[in-house]
Every structure is written in C-alpha cells, then in structure tokens.
C-alpha cells in the first residue's frame, strides 16, 4: 500500500507559478513510475506528465510542455509539480498518482485525494 497526500494548490492569476506536491508513505516511493493527473468540472481526467523511477525519465502533455515540470525526491519521498505561467484552462484539481508510469490512468494503482487549483483571468 502506498498513501499519498497533495498540497500546494490555490488561487492564482493567470501566468503566475504554483508547487504542487505529493508526499508519499508506505512500500518505497522509488518502486513506482509517478504520474501527475487534473480533472476540470464536467471534463474527464486527464494526463498531465509522468517521470520514472529513478526520475531520469520525464514525460509531459503537450498542453502543458514547457510551461510545467515534474520531479521527485525518493529520498524524501515525494513527488513535485511545478507549474508556471498559468492559464485559466489549467484550472482543475490535480491528483498524483504512484504505479508503473505512463500516460495511461490504468497504469496506476495508487492515487492522491486531490487538490484543487484554480487559475482566474
């Protein structure tokens, strides 16, 4: 089992910058690919960006390719979402997600609760 905890959402001003961050607990953090999700209302979740084990590996949605970067700490086993030059479309609440990586939601087991960032124009 693996528990995992968001922060760093809130209310931000279109191109300003938030750290979202994912603290995890229970079997080892570095055993599993870690992806990032966002669902907006009325829209389905969709994938964000996905780094590998050792974070060597990272991969991004092209909505958000160049503007967000995704990054981990296994030692303080926590996964990291930092997003600069907001848009009002980034708006949704973003979940982490712990399992074999990827672009795919199926490919992971394990999920955060979720926060919320909302991004005003």
């Known amino acids: 089992q693996v528990q995992l905890v968001e922060s760093g959402g809130g209310l931000v001003q279109a191109g300003g910058s938030l750290r979202l961050s994912c603290a995890a607990s229970?079997?080892?953090?570095?055993?599993?690919?870690m992806g990032w999700f966002r669902q907006a209302p009325g829209k389905d979740r969709e994938f964000v960006a996905t780094i590998g084990r050792s974070g060597g590996t990272t991969y991004s949605a092209d909505s958000v390719r160049g503007r967000f970067t995704i990054s981990r700490d296994n030692a303080k086993s926590t996964l990291y979402l930092q997003m600069n030059s907001l848009k009002p479309e980034d708006t949704a609440v973003y979940y982490c997600?712990?399992?074999?990586?990827?672009?795919?939601?199926?490919?992971?087991?394990?999920w955060g609760q979720g926060t919320q960032v909302t991004v005003s124009s």
């Open positions: 997600a712990a399992g074999l990586g990827g672009v795919r939601s199926q490919a992971y087991t394990y």
């Open positions: 229970g079997r080892t953090f570095s055993s599993y690919g």
